[in-house]
């Protein structure tokens, strides 16, 4: 789930121009580094939760990757 905080209008505007297939990539990468600093921090008594900073980083892998 999303963590409280997370602002949906400003990540729609940080994806703008993105294809769908952009903001699948930019949600699945999102997820997989909140897993990973889940298990990195030994969170298991807690709730897995995708914050902000995940998507931010995910969308800035994206824009590397895609050379911009």
């Given at each position: 789930?999303?963590?409280?905080?997370?602002?949906?209008?400003s990540l729609a505007q940080s994806t703008d121009g993105f294809t769908g297939s952009d903001l699948a990539a930019a949600c699945q990468?999102?997820?997989?580094?909140?897993?990973?600093?889940?298990?990195a921090e030994g969170?298991?008594?807690?709730l897995?939760?995708?914050?902000?900073?995940?998507f931010?980083?995910?969308?800035?892998?994206l824009r590397v990757q895609k050379g911009g």
């Open positions: 789930p999303l963590a409280d905080g997370v602002d949906l209008r990468e999102a997820s997989l580094a909140a897993i990973r600093e889940f298990i969170h298991a008594d807690s897995l939760q995708i914050s902000e900073s995940h931010d980083q995910a969308i800035r892998q």
